[in-house]
């Protein structure tokens, strides 16, 4: 495998179930070169006409060799109908050097074999949407991102009591211990927030903060 001209480096996408094949499908839309592996004869025609798809066993270290693996600088182990197969393919590429391992984990006990192993990066999608939703379906949220140490970004409505006054005047971060980083008013560009800025009835606000905080404040009327 010839190393990509992409400044950003080629990714080496391993599984083509629905997440890696989300995860590949989106990094060649960005412009990213992608070369995926699929054991899979039918999946791996399935997806062969939107990127570079080898048909290969990951499991298998020489295979992977043969592929130019060592090649690439960044990796992503989608593989979820297998924990054997997560954990051996993971387990192939930690040996091999590759510097920043991403792989999907199904359940917790997954997630730290594959820490054990070196894998830098874990991801549980699974477990992270259900969370997402929850969240969202508790409160007034429209998105939700959950950072490491329990802190939160959402976007949602403001709550009553902050419509038609100013941030300052609102003491939001003194009564409710979150941060109002942004304010997206309709048909206007989102504006990064200051004490004078001023919330509609109509606005979409971002607000950071703890997470337990964030949930109190999305709830409230």
Not at 167 to 181: A, D, P, Q, T
Request: proline share 4%; aromatic share 6%; net charge negative.
């Amino acid at each position: 495998m010839r190393k990509s001209q992409d400044p950003l480096g080629a990714v080496l996408v391993i599984g083509l179930g629905r997440f890696g094949s989300a995860v590949a499908l989106t990094l060649a839309e960005q412009g990213r070169e992608v070369l995926a592996v699929e054991k899979d004869p039918l999946l791996a025609n399935q997806w062969s006409h939107r990127f570079t798809v080898i048909e290969a066993d990951s499991t298998s270290k020489d295979a992977l060799e043969q592929l130019g693996a060592r090649d690439f600088s960044v990796a992503v182990v989608g593989i979820g109908s297998s924990l054997e197969a997560s954990v051996l393919t993971a387990a192939n590429l930690v040996e091999m050097g590759i510097p920043e391992i991403w792989a999907k984990a199904t359940s917790r006990d997954h997630g730290r074999i594959l820490e054990k192993i070196g894998a830098h990066r874990r991801v549980f999608p699974e477990y992270d949407a259900g969370r997402r939703v929850a969240h969202m379906v508790a409160g007034r949220m429209i998105d939700y991102i959950e950072m490491d140490d329990n802190f939160t970004i959402v976007k949602m409505r403001p709550p009553l009591e902050l419509r038609g006054f100013t941030i300052g005047e609102s003491k939001v971060r003194e009564r409710y211990g979150v941060n109002i980083l942004g304010v997206k008013a309709p048909h206007q560009p989102f504006e990064y927030a200051t004490p004078e800025t001023r919330i509609g009835e109509d606005d979409l606000i971002i607000v950071s903060g703890n997470v337990e905080l964030l949930d109190e404040f999305a709830s409230r009327r």
